[in-house]
């Protein structure tokens, strides 16, 4: 008789971070529910999450090692083992040749913490360099450096709770019912008890179609919407002053500043009825609770940083923050994207929110891993579009990527392209064999996926799930922490890297306590996350899992503050002076406007039914049947004024390359405007990938790429 078993772990896919219950039979998964039982989802899954696992087998897996002998040759299988030795000894010698920087690492929002702790704790304490760099450098990077800047460090102050008890959703550049579907159910949920949904976004999307009022915004525009919200919530008098006194700093030059931003004039920079603008500030004004929300729309934006900023603003000025049913909430997008953040794995980050940056920091860590004073470096790169540039140069001799496909999703890829054929040494560490990077790769090393390892995931509310390991992985795969630690060990690093267990891993995690930020996981220890998802900050002892509100002055994981006068203030955010800080952020246009010659607006993103590259979800007949192909999305407009109908080909040029990809005829987007998904690329045919044509000129703070926007023509192909 067949047994079955139940293993809980987590939804693979979006940021919301969905607790699953996999039912495993003979080594297979048999089916996914979601659990009832976790804080997030109650239950519920989304297409995405119900089939999470039907790609782990029968899907094109890569079983074993491969090394290709010579560019362009077809790769050969290798023993993992020997592979491993491999990897390591021509990591080894471009080390000893060429010193640390010749090396770098590209890793991913989607690996446990356990691997994304590891790779960095590789690179930056034991290879000695600041290479590192991951996809969330195009995703989160903007919301973090401005949750750094307004509040001192990052993460949301507040959590999915908040979204129970508001009487308002100011969601801005994020398509909620696509990408975060589950969330938006909750959303939704509140919707209906009567809350009210604003939704900001130049293409009216599903989430656009639930708005109690849609603000069709010209794209880029944003902060000059923000900033005349701000405007005339001061106008009305529904700012908290009390709150502004006694918790924030900056705000005397706010007023003056704001007045550069009346309705009349924001209305015609956006686009949106100045009626509208002036209802929207006035329901936030009278709102008790009110949070916003928003994800790649502000963030991919060479404003990025300033967006976060302009929130933030809004929050501290209404006093709606830290506080139930309130606050600035960035959506995270990948399952594990907090966790990387957490971990440092973006440019100068280090384990527990610290930064090589900050000299307190540096000897912190150097201290936990081991390493004499002075051996982390304080030279930082900028960003994954530069890192990619020096491969190109010639001054990074070798890179390492692991769990993400950046050949496709890197804008402007020409230049990833280009990098790593320059590139001496190619590594790729994936669950799939056939990727579009893999094709690159000199060395090509088998992952296993979430569910054929132990380890922990954090999602967009700073909750732990842990993930359970329900099945063995196919072949010579090994979880990624695992190849990352005995790499290193061949390296020479054996004296810091012999792991028995991912629980080994995480104990050393749990040390990077950070009282400064309230960063605490020691109380979530595996043995209790095995029972339940946890939320930091946990301090040990803590009898609770759930903990809403960040920033709270009782000294449990956050040095307590004491006024000159012996009394203690309520909140202390996690700046210099406890206070949060107005930041006074301009309208600018975006980078690349339109002319003559490329007069229309290309912007990308998702379809709910499918994930980023399709190495997962394209496997999935369901899936597949509910959004089965690309397309661009073009106005009827714009599509009768250059002759282009419903499924005629259309080829999409910028400065930099082009794309050609069916044409859907829809009001969803403005005219002027263009809109295509980024999933299908080369494994699905030629001119697919749109990110031949997307531009990378980033955020002068958060080296965040302008992924929103860039002006193309559009043609009709003959
Ligand atoms: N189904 C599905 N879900 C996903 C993913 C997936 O691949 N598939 N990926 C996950 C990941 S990693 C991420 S980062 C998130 C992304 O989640 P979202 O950010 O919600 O998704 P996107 O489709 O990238 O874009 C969001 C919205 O930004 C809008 N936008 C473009 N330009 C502007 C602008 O100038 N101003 C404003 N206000 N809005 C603008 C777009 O029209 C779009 O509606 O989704 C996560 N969830
Ligand atoms: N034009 C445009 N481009 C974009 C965006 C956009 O909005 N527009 N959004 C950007 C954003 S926000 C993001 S997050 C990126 C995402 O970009 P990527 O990270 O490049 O996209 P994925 O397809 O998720 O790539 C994940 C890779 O890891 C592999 N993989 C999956 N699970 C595992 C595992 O457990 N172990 C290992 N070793 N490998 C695994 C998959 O097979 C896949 O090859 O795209 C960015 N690019
Ligand atoms: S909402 Fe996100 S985490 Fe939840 S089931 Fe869907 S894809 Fe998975
Ligand atoms: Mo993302």
Redesign the pocket.
């Known amino acids: 008789m067949m047994t079955t078993h139940k293993v809980k772990s987590v939804c693979?896919y979006c940021g919301v971070g969905c607790g699953i219950v996999l039912e495993v039979s003979e080594n297979r998964v048999l089916k996914v529910t979601g659990d009832k039982e976790h804080p997030t989802n109650f239950g519920r899954l989304c297409t995405k999450g119900i089939t999470c696992a039907q790609a782990i087998a029968e899907s094109g897996r890569m079983e074993h090692a491969y090394i290709r002998s010579a560019r362009g040759v077809e790769p050969r299988p290798f023993g993992i083992d020997e592979a491993i030795r491999e990897t390591a000894k021509r990591l080894r010698a471009i080390l000893d040749e060429h010193g640390p920087d010749a090396i770098s690492f590209y890793v991913?929002?989607?690996?446990s913490l356990e691997a994304q702790y590891l790779i960095n704790k590789l690179a930056k304490g034991f290879v000695r360099t600041n290479n590192i760099e991951s996809?969330?450098r195009?995703?989160m990077a903007s919301a973090g450096s401005g949750y750094k800047l307004s509040l001192g460090a990052d993460g949301p102050p507040g959590s999915y709770q908040d979204m129970d008890r508001t009487n308002l959703f100011f969601v801005i550049g994020a398509n909620m019912a696509d990408c975060h579907p589950i969330l938006f159910q909750r959303v939704l949920d509140r919707v209906k008890a009567g809350a009210k949904l604003i939704v900001v976004d130049p293409r009216r999307n599903a989430t656009a179609d639930k708005a109690s009022l849609f603000m069709q915004i010209k794209p880029g525009t944003d902060l000059a919407l923000l900033n005349g919200l701000l405007h005339l919530l001061v106008k009305n008098g529904h700012t908290d002053p009390a709150f502004i006194a006694e918790f924030t700093s900056g705000w005397e030059v706010m007023p003056s500043f704001l007045e550069d931003y009346p309705p009349d004039q924001v209305s015609e920079i956006t686009g949106i009825p100045e009626a509208d603008i002036r209802q929207v500030a006035q329901w936030i004004g009278e709102s008790h609770e009110w949070m916003s929300c928003w994800t790649?729309g502000l963030n991919?934006s060479t404003h990025g940083t300033w967006h976060t900023n302009a929130i933030c603003n809004l929050h501290l000025a209404t006093g709606a923050i830290c506080r139930p049913g309130s606050g600035p909430f960035s959506l995270t997008?990948?399952p594990n994207a907090m966790g990387g953040r957490e971990m440092g794995y973006i440019g100068p980050g280090l384990p527990g929110q610290r930064s090589v940056l900050v000299e307190a920091d540096r000897h912190f860590i150097e201290d936990m891993w081991s390493i004499p004073r002075g051996s982390l470096r304080t030279e930082v790169g900028t960003g994954t579009i530069s890192m990619f540039q020096s491969m190109q140069a010639g001054e990074i001799k070798a890179c390492w990527i692991?769990?993400?496909?950046?050949v496709?999703?890197?804008?402007n890829r020409k230049n990833v392209i280009a990098g790593l054929q320059a590139a001496e040494l190619v590594i790729t560490?994936?669950?799939?064999l056939e990727?579009e990077?893999n094709r690159y790769a000199d060395i090509m090393l088998p992952?296993?996926?979430?569910s054929e390892a132990e380890g922990v995931m954090i999602n967009s509310e700073r909750n732990l799930t842990f993930m359970q390991k329900a099945v063995n992985p196919p072949g010579e795969a090994m979880p990624?922490w695992q190849i990352i630690a005995r790499v290193a060990c061949e390296m020479g690093f054996a004296a810091s890297f012999t792991y028995s267990t991912s629980a080994d891993v995480y104990l050393e995690i749990q040390k990077a306590w950070n009282p400064k930020t309230g960063y605490d996981i020691r109380g979530a220890s595996y043995e209790r996350l095995r029972e339940t998802s946890i939320q930091w900050p946990c301090a040990p002892d803590s009898e609770d899992d759930r903990n809403p509100i960040r920033y709270l002055n009782n000294g449990i994981s956050q040095n307590r503050k004491e006024n000159a006068d012996g009394t203690h203030p309520r909140l202390v955010f996690a700046t210099e002076s406890g206070k949060g800080i107005f930041l006074a952020r301009p309208f600018l246009p975006p980078s690349e406007m339109p002319n003559s010659e490329y007069s229309f607006v290309l912007n990308?993103?998702?379809l709910q039914h499918q994930?980023?590259?399709?190495?997962?979800t394209g496997k999935i007949a369901m899936l597949n049947k509910l959004n089965p192909g690309p397309f661009i999305e073009i106005h009827p407009e714009d599509a009768l004024m250059i002759g282009i109908r419903e499924k005629d080909l259309v080829e999409v040029r910028s400065r930099r390359g082009h794309a050609v990809l069916p044409a859907v005829i829809s009001e969803r987007v403005r005219q002027g405007n263009c809109f295509a998904p980024?999933h299908w690329n080369d494994l699905y045919g030629e001119n697919l990938a749109?990110?031949e044509v997307?531009h990378d000129a980033v955020d002068p703070i958060s080296f965040q790429p302008e992924?929103?926007f860039c002006a193309v023509s559009l043609a009709r192909c003959t």
């Not at 991913?108 to 690996?111: E, K, L, P, V």
């Not at 994930?611 to 997962?616: P, V």
Request: with cysteine; charged share 10%.
């Open positions: 693979p991913s929002g989607q690996m996809n969330s195009l995703c790649m991919q997008g990948q692991i769990c993400t496909n950046p496709t999703t890197v804008p560490q994936d669950a799939f990727t990077t992952g296993a996926l979430w990624d990308t993103g998702r994930w980023h590259t399709l190495t997962k980024f749109i990110n997307t992924l929103k």
